[in-house]
């Protein structure tokens, strides 16, 4: 999949040449437009603001509310996420976090290939919770007793020091204000393992960052490289997930002494 590196979607030019070539999509974009508007005006604080955006969008269709098009693409999506980590050495006995997890999309072939009770999911969507309640019934995967948790924020207070030797962010950075992104940077150091890693995607521009409507933001991957290094923290752009037929771009943050 090619990836526009360099439009600012955030642009009047942009939005009037994209409206020109896609003239069908224009009513859903303007009506998402007055819902993201009045949702805004209801919750000024982001975290607040996105909680809304997916309790709405998930009453609708949960599988939609984490990206995918259709069963089929939301299958492949969540296989994507699986295989990759499995050929970067994910083994059964290793201890996950995975940061905003769904409707488990990725998370229910992490649940099946760990070792029951190795798999913790936070998300600070209680709706979308419900919704994977609903994924892990569907696959079966009951007695694999995962760990699902709402959060308010990404300070991982609750949780306890070097314990996950694999945290996951899929599509979550993607959607996340850089205080919400250098919130997590400045805790996950704590809860992360010795030799683990934290994989994250995000949204990748070469030119001005931007967001469109507070839901989708882009960034430069010097912006995030830098914020991790501020943070004690190691971090690498991920070349060979660029192979992938995903639009989004990945970022491995490690322990300095393990980087
Ligand atoms: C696009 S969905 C992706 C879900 C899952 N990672 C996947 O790949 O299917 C983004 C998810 O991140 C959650 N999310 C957004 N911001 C978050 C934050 N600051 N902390 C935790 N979860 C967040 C949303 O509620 C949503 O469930």
């Given at each position: ?6 439009a ?8 009037v ?6 003239p069908?999509r ?6 998402r ?24 969008d ?48 990725a ?28 994924t892990?019934?569907?696959q079966g995967?009951?007695?694999r ?18 314990r ?15 205080p ?13 393992a ?7 995607t ?7 960052e ?5 839901e ?11 914020l991790a ?5 190691t971090?690498r ?23």
């Amino acid at each position: 999949m090619s990836k526009n590196l360099t439009a600012n979607r955030s642009s009047l030019t942009h939005r009037v040449s994209y409206a020109l070539r896609h003239p069908a999509r224009v009513p859903r974009h303007l009506r998402r437009t007055a819902r993201d508007t009045w949702l805004r005006y209801r919750s000024p604080d982001h975290v607040a603001y996105y909680r809304a955006v997916m309790r709405s969008d998930t009453r609708r269709d949960p599988d939609a509310a984490v990206g995918g098009r259709s069963r089929e693409r939301w299958l492949a999506l969540g296989a994507m996420q699986f295989d990759y980590l499995l050929g970067h050495g994910l083994r059964p006995e290793h201890r996950m976090l995975e940061i905003g997890c769904g409707n488990l999309r990725a998370g229910w072939r992490f649940i099946e290939y760990l070792r029951p009770g190795h798999y913790y999911g936070i998300d600070i969507s209680p709706d979308i919770l419900f919704a994977a309640q609903n994924t892990l019934q569907e696959q079966g995967l009951q007695d694999r007793l995962p760990t699902l948790t709402p959060v308010r924020d990404l300070s991982l207070g609750f949780l306890p020091d070097g314990r996950f030797d694999v945290v996951h962010a899929h599509s979550v950075f993607s959607h996340s204000p850089l205080p919400v992104i250098e919130e997590c940077f400045a805790h996950i150091g704590r809860v992360l393992a010795p030799g683990g890693w934290f994989d994250f995607t995000f949204d990748r521009t070469e030119g001005a960052e931007h967001h469109v409507l507070r839901e989708d933001f882009y960034y430069r991957t010097e912006t995030l490289l830098s914020l991790a290094t501020e943070h004690g923290l190691t971090a690498r752009f991920m070349d060979d997930w660029e192979n992938l037929p995903h639009g989004q771009s990945k970022i491995r943050v490690t322990h300095r002494a393990d980087g």
